[in-house]
């Protein structure tokens, strides 16, 4: 199983865009969430870096530009999603990644400080 850690460039990446209301409150993020082309695609045209930005794990095992060293999506590549954050909590919970799990905690909270709820 991969060793997840925090990436800290996806949590200041994803507090920039709560903070800016670039959110989505309510989705299904099994719906939501990229698809592997659509993912490719967006490789296309941007660095590792950027798509490193959208994830909250990341696996120091792994090389950096492959697909498998990012984990634990917070968006759709435009927005992040509450759904994702949720996603990626319960799922640091269940498979022990403690860091990344604290980091959703965290990012959840100021979803919800922010947009009132």
Excluded: C
């Excluded at 800290?8 to 309510?26: F, K, M, N, T, Y």
């Excluded at 095992?61 to 759904?83: A, I, L, M, N």
């Amino acid at each position: 199983m991969p060793d997840f850690g925090e990436n800290d460039i996806a949590i200041r990446h994803a507090r920039r865009l709560i903070e800016s209301g670039q959110v989505v409150p309510s989705s299904d993020w099994f719906e939501a969430r990229p698809s592997p082309e659509a993912q490719d695609a967006f490789l296309e045209t941007h660095s590792w870096e950027e798509y490193s930005a959208w994830h909250l794990g990341v696996d120091d095992d792994e090389q950096y530009d492959t697909k498998e060293r990012y984990g634990f999506p917070t968006g759709d590549f435009r927005q992040v999603h509450q759904s994702a954050l949720v996603h990626a909590l319960v799922t640091a919970e269940r498979d022990g990644h403690a860091e990344v799990k604290a980091a959703a905690e965290d990012l959840l909270e100021r979803l919800r400080r922010v947009s009132g709820r």
